[in-house]
């Protein structure tokens, strides 16, 4: 990440916590050495700068590449530890969970949001296994995340954040996820991604949706699709 990012990491997180007073609880649940996965429920566009300032370790996160087109979006971005990526599904999301596991593979901590997207009605909606297979294949702990007051701060369609309200980050224990089985195996995924979304749940105490995050189908051939079980990453 060079220099941008130590600088950022240096400057932004002090000023960000002294101005929006973000109440902390659970530090003492991040590892702070070894790959470790932030999973997290999804509330805001803020969640991404949210997690990196209250925790005790530098975390990394996906951002969609429209946001590194432009030199101050780009610099801001990389500041706060982004790292660009195409967003989508098939070989997209495939390719963007290989750069997590190298990442993790490096030894560093990554945020990923199990829910796919951001829930623009405050439920907290059934999280997708691509979290979930990547610390069965790389055995990284997941330290469950509860974001609180974020949608209030910075609501879909703002274009700053506001100084009235605060936010609450919730870190939990971390999760051993080994004992749902091997990564290839759906049984497994599922599993481990119930018991992630469980511990989520557990600290946002957000209503569940039991449903997917997802755009209505636009066509018949995607409304069969969203009907018949397949896995979502």
Known sequence: ?????????????????????PRIEGRENVPRTGPVIFASNHL?????????????????????????????????????????????????ALDALEQQRALLDDGRAVALYPEGTRSLD???YKGRTGVAFLALQTGAPVVPVGLIGTDKVMPVGAKIPTTKERITVRFGTPLDLSPHGAASSG???????????????????????????????QNPIERIKQVLPHERL
């Open 1 to 21: 990440m060079g220099a941008t990012y130590s600088l950022g990491r240096f400057l932004i997180a002090p000023l960000a916590r002294a101005v929006y007073r």
């Open 44 to 92: 805001s566009f803020i969640d991404s700068i949210a997690i990196p300032v209250a925790a005790p370790r530098p975390v990394h996160f996906m951002a969609k590449s429209a946001y590194f087109e432009k030199w101050a979006s780009r610099q801001f971005f990389t500041a706060i530890g982004a790292i660009p990526v195409e967003r989508g599904a098939g070989q997209k």
């Open 122 to 124: 405050g439920r907290l």
């Open 187 to 217: 049984r497994a995924r599922r599993g481990a991604t119930d018991e992630i979304m469980a511990a989520i749940h557990a600290l946002s105490e957000q209503e569940l949706a039991n449903a997917y995050n997802e755009a209505p189908a």
